[in-house]
């Protein structure tokens, strides 16, 4: 991980002094985001959340550009219908990174573009909310000692400029840290997994 870490670091360091123009900008939308892997018996389903953040464009030509990214971001999963002591109760689990993307954009055309790149994420918090309306019962649980610290994942994805400032992407981010802590000799894997709509202004 701290090798991916220094790589990215020097990628950004080569971007700069090597940059024709380089923009700053902020960002933000919507995450459609769930859980996958080693979950039988668990019918999970995507939350909504959201993610805000701010970016530095380093753009090496007219059709290449390197561009970091630091976000917050809200993700996890829902699922409904657990039985627990007979009666139904849905579950809601929030976990919220800092997200450090580093996107490869390439301009297929003068303003539509498709990025690509690897993405590391800090684990800020994860909660979990238990509702059971029949008792009336809606409780919430710090869940973080169950999850890893630190996620990493690839980001595919592509947008479109509408002006020289103002523009709008869609991503998919694919998980491929396993996120859980398990005991020895629990070999189970759970990755994240978000869908993001974002606009965005550069200045």
Known sequence: MKKNILTAIVVMAFGFANAQEVKYGVKGGLNLSSLSGDTEGMDLKSKFGFHAGAFVEIKFSEKFALQPELLYSTQGTRFDDIELD??????????DYINVPVMFKYFAAEKF??????????????????KV???????????????ESIDFGLNFGAGYEFT?????????????????????GDDSKVHNGVFSLSVGYKF
């Open 133 to 147: 309306d029949d008792l009336n019962v809606d409780n919430k649980q710090d869940i973080k000692e169950n999850f």
């Open 113 to 130: 573009f498709v990025e690509a790149g690897p993405q590391i994420g800090f684990l800020t918090s994860a909660k979990a909310r238990i």
């Open 86 to 95: 007979g009666y139904e109760a849905k579950t809601c689990f929030n976990l």
């Open 164 to 184: 020289e400032n103002i523009f709008a992407s869609a991503r998919y981010n694919l998980g491929l840290a396993n996120i859980a802590k398990t005991e020895a």
